[in-house]
């Protein structure tokens, strides 16, 4: 697609609810990236995907979160047994770098409040 | 771990004055990007300077490397409403699993807020 496309554009849950969001990337770019940015803070990593495969998964805040990738394309970030901490604004990204330093383009977000 | 600070926090300037955000790592920076978000939207890619003393500009928005590669400018002149926004930087982090490089990640800093009065 021209852009890095997500849904849903805002995602209103209960606690303990599990959500799914999802990224579409841009077609042909083989890296693809979560972030979270919280109010009042900074974009927070949470995985990294180069392929199907997540080299580094380090910034995931905890086993309630999973993120999958199939066909090298679409992502989808799963939030089990949300939490009111998990309240953000969830951001994707893709590159067309297999490996060094290329320009990630972002989409715009999905905002998730857990009430 | 690398830390990266920005300054102002929030900056509210007048139509047409002259601004700069400074971004300072308590680290060498072997790169840094500059993004900008608006409310609601995801981040835009500004630019990227790799080298001590890289100066890069784009329309009224200009961006520096100091030489000693720790700390990096944007400097936007003549403000405009579509200036508005958070300006984020931060340094391509190297993913890097069982010895090879798999790409970055990017860790940011916590932004400046612009707001131009008109």
């Known amino acids: 697609g021209a852009g890095v496309s997500q849904s849903p554009s805002n995602k209103v849950t209960e606690k303990g609810k599990d959500v799914e969001l999802r990224c579409d990337p841009i077609s042909g770019h083989t890296a693809l990236y979560w972030y979270r940015q919280s109010l009042g803070q900074g974009l927070e990593f949470l995985i990294y995907?180069?392929?199907?495969?997540?080299?580094?998964k380090s910034g995931l805040p905890s086993d309630r979160f999973s993120a999958e990738r199939t066909g090298g394309s679409v992502s989808t970030l799963t939030i089990q047994r949300t939490q009111q901490e998990d309240s953000a604004v969830y951001l994707c990204a893709s590159s067309s770098a297999t490996s060094g330093g290329d320009t990630q383009y972002f989409g715009p977000g999905t905002r998730l409040t857990v009430l | 771990s690398q830390e990266l600070e920005q300054s102002p926090q929030s900056l509210i300037v007048q139509e047409g004055k002259n601004l700069t955000i400074n971004c300072t790592s308590s680290?060498?920076?072997?790169?840094l990007y500059w993004y900008k978000q608006k409310y609601g939207e995801g981040l835009i890619f500004l630019m990227m300077l790799q080298k001590g003393g890289e100066e890069k500009s784009h329309e009224k928005i200009t961006a520096k490397l100091d030489e000693k590669k720790q700390q990096s400018s944007l400097h936007i002149t003549a403000s405009q409403p579509s200036h508005a926004g958070i300006y984020l930087c931060g340094p391509p982090v190297s993913v890097i699993l069982k010895g090879m490089e798999y790409g970055n990640k990017l860790v940011f800093g916590a932004g400046t807020i612009l707001r131009v009065k008109s």
């Open positions: 995907f180069q392929g199907n495969s997540a080299p580094d």
């Open positions: 680290k060498t920076l072997y790169g």
